[in-house]
């Protein structure tokens, strides 16, 4: 194992990294992200990349770290991301893990805390992980799910009728609707020429959307997201898609297709016509697309939104997880943050609602919390 600290080290493995993440259908750990957050947050961080592999550049392995100013290891764009592991084979996390573990051992002057948000609750990266840490503690959070569809035995018909007669009713509605009274498309937007002013439309729409208190409306991340979808779209990944009526854009999806899995990451559309429910016309047609792309799964990402069940009962669960020597403040505060949690759950929702406000601030400061 080699733990790289200068991103110039890192050309030799990249290729593979970039194999590896996309054979996982995963955006999140490939080194386009991973540059991406590194020249836009370079205040927030420095490389710490775990690489199992020769010098030659044949790597089979990639944990994409960075060490913040207070030496706590996170996943590159951990609170713009969902999901994270290391870029590696599903069937080699668990090994991979145990020479990570040993990785961070050898290294353990450089780092106080691993604290490693998105993980799959149920993957052998994390069994790894809990059988390879010692004397590390591994203590993991509470579970948020994501919800997905595997498309692999169905086809769009298929998928299509085995939604609730109610929501084919509302979307065929719609649709008639649409076209009785407007001129309607769907537009792909994959011209580097034009991507700049594309993605300044979504962001727009998202806003419109959501309001300013949106993270993906702060200006780094605007340029962290430029970034990444310029590197996207020259790999093919890239599925950023607008609706448009009468040659306006009323609605967006932003996401992306990498080793079959098509992820909706984010979007937005205009309020004016949210009566028209054109952002869920746009996922029924991203959802169709991805039929038509023979992609293996849509992916929702992160969120149990009431929506998402309308298409699916499938999800995965991720978690925070976090690394550090058993009597590391920093874990010991996390360790109490889940008491809390498990604690806090059991209370009835007004209660439970005003406690978290009171503490919000206090959970704010911590190290291991998700986004500061």
């Known amino acids: 194992m080699h733990v790289v600290t200068d991103m110039g080290d ?9 194999d590896m993440a996309e ?3 995963n955006p999140f750990i490939t080194p386009d992200w991973y540059r991406s957050w590194l020249q836009h947050y370079q205040e927030d961080g420095e490389p710490f990349v775990i690489i199992s592999g020769d010098r030659d550049g044949t790597c089979d392995g990639v944990l994409p770290l960075v060490r913040t100013g207070n030496s706590v290891l996170r996943f590159a764009g951990a609170d713009l991301g969902d999901q994270f592991h290391p870029a590696c084979r ?9 020479g990570a573990c040993q990785a961070l051992h050898e ?30 503690a591994v203590v993991t959070g509470p579970s948020t799910a994501m919800p997905y569809v595997d498309l692999r035995e169905l086809d769009w018909d298929t998928f299509w009728a085995a939604r609730s007669r109610k929501l084919r009713k509302y ?5 008639n609707q649409v076209a009785k009274e407007h001129r309607s498309a769907f537009r792909r937007a994959d011209d580097p020429d034009r991507l700049s002013e594309d993605m300044s439309t979504m962001f727009d729409l998202h806003e419109r959307r959501f309001g300013e208190a949106s993270l ?18 020259r790999h093919g990944w890239l599925r950023l898609v607008f609706m448009e009526i009468d040659d306006e854009p009323v609605a ?7 080793g079959g899995r098509y992820g909706d990451y984010n979007g937005g559309f205009d309020q004016a016509w949210s009566k028209t429910s054109v952002g869920l016309l746009l996922m029924v047609h991203t959802l169709r697309r991805a039929f038509d792309e023979q992609a293996d799964e849509y992916d929702f990402l992160l969120g149990d939104e009431p929506y998402k069940s309308r298409f699916t009962e499938q999800q995965r669960e991720v ?3 976090i690394m550090g020597p058993r009597l590391n403040p920093q874990r010991l505060a996390f360790s109490a943050q889940v008491k809390l949690h498990s604690l806090t759950s059991r209370l009835p929702g007004w209660a439970r609602g005003r406690l978290r406000r009171s503490i919000h601030p206090l959970l704010r400061r911590l190290p291991t919390t998700r986004s500061a």
């Open 10 to 18: 890192i050309a030799p493995w990249e290729a593979s990294w970039r």
């Open 23 to 25: 054979q996982r259908g």
């Open 90 to 98: 599903d069937a080699d996390e668990r090994r991979f893990a145990a």
């Open 107 to 136: 290294h353990r002057k450089s780092w106080s805390t691993a604290v490693l948000h998105g993980t799959d609750v149920d993957s052998g990266w994390l069994a790894g992980l809990r059988e390879s840490a010692p004397p590390l």
């Open 171 to 175: 979307v065929r509605s719609r649709t």
């Open 216 to 233: 993906l409306l702060d200006p780094t991340a605007q340029a962290f997201h430029r970034s990444f979808a310029e590197a996207a779209n």
């Open 252 to 258: 967006a999806s932003y996401g992306w297709n990498l």
């Open 319 to 321: 978690a925070t997880v």
